[in-house]
């Protein structure tokens, strides 16, 4: 059974910086790709970035590239998503995904992904 645990959100200022966690468990995750996902109150659940975990590709929302970096920890089963130089209409409640061998050119698309954790709301004040 795959858990994907959240952590890390928060409430920070605008140009601020938040990191946030999610632990996985549950299989070895060395063929999945690993996604992050936001949604905002009335809106979709939108792509924010994804890593292929054996080989480390990462792929970006063009909202969020340059400002945020997903990254894996192997000893720690973890996945992380830092978050530098926020602003007010990236917050949402993000969650992280998984799916196994889910080729790259669908990791955008949030109904590829068979597993989800409960979300962590991240709230940027302006």
């Known amino acids: 059974q795959v858990q994907l645990v959240e952590s890390g959100g928060g409430l920070v200022q605008a140009g601020g910086s938040l990191r946030l966690s999610c632990a996985a468990s549950?299989?070895?995750?060395?063929?999945?790709?690993m996604g992050w996902f936001r949604q905002a109150p009335g809106k979709e659940r939108e792509f924010v970035a994804a890593i292929r975990w054996n080989s480390g590709l990462t792929y970006y929302a063009d909202s969020v590239k340059g400002r945020f970096t997903i990254s894996r920890d192997d000893a720690k089963n973890t996945v992380y998503l830092e978050m530098n130089s926020l602003k007010p209409e990236d917050t949402a409640v993000y969650y992280c995904?998984?799916?196994?061998?889910?080729?790259?050119?669908?990791?955008?698309?949030?109904?590829?992904?068979?597993?989800w954790g409960q979300g962590t709301q991240v709230t940027v004040s302006s």
């Open positions: 995904a998984a799916d196994r061998n889910l080729p790259i050119v669908r990791a955008t698309t949030h109904s590829y992904y068979d597993y």
């Open positions: 549950g299989r070895t995750f060395s063929s999945y790709v």
